[in-house]
């Protein structure tokens, strides 16, 4: 387990597309991408993956006793939809900016911004207080310029050249599991939530609904190579790559 200075817990997955340096961690002038597939799977297939990645990896230490834990996350688009309509046209170079915690845990908050391009991602990630996750969620944004944190500044950039602002919740359980070689992280994803046109992610009361029929997503991501035992433990052999993404059922809602 990792921790700022301040404390705060630091996840590995915040890591992804990140560097640090003395005195603390934040976004730079750097690039790291990673292989990304995605597939949605069956509920026999989510009991049969779980229990061959238990046999070949480890769940994330942050998973705790039950082997999961909640995502929130709160999306930003344009006025024009244009991160949903990239999307759905597949659109190969994009970009989504969103904020998200953990459990329930308003004490960690992350905002994110997330690169695709020709089917490989990338996440620039840094730490935002409480007072500032609602700032932004509700278009406060004088503060954001002067915040000596660059990711913050991009954001001030595009919600005031683009009209960015939060437009949905979304909420989910994740089991997520780690590999060391290759950097492989298998993450199984259900109990998909939206918050319809809810924007106020920090009130634990929001009140949320399913997207649609039930779904569960793996994911897989790797760095230069993804291990034959993996591999083979999701089956990944028998099924092709899905287009399926969370923001984009939940927006179906609101």
Known sequence: MHRKNDGRRIRPEDFLGMVCWKGGCGTKNMTIYRNEWKHEISRS????????MRAVAKPDEHAGPKGSYQVRSLYFDTPSDRALREKIDGVSVREKFRIRYYNGDTSLIHLEKKRKESGRGCKQSVLLTREEAQAIAEGRLDWMPGSGRALVAELYSKMCSQGLRAKTIVDYTR????????NVRVTLD???RTGLGCTDFLNPDC???PAGEPVIILEV????????VIRMAVGLSNRGSSAFSKYRV?????
Do not use: M, N, S
């Not at 297939?45 to 061959?52: G, K, W």
């Open 207 to 209: 009140i949320t609904i």
């Open 175 to 182: 089991e997520p599991f780690v590999y060391e070689p290759g």
């Open 190 to 192: 259900y109990h998909i």
């Open 221 to 228: 991501k790797w760095d230069a190579f993804l291990p034959e």
């Open 250 to 254: 939940c927006r179906l809602y609101g």
């Open 45 to 52: 297939d989510l009991i049969t993956i779980r229990q061959r």
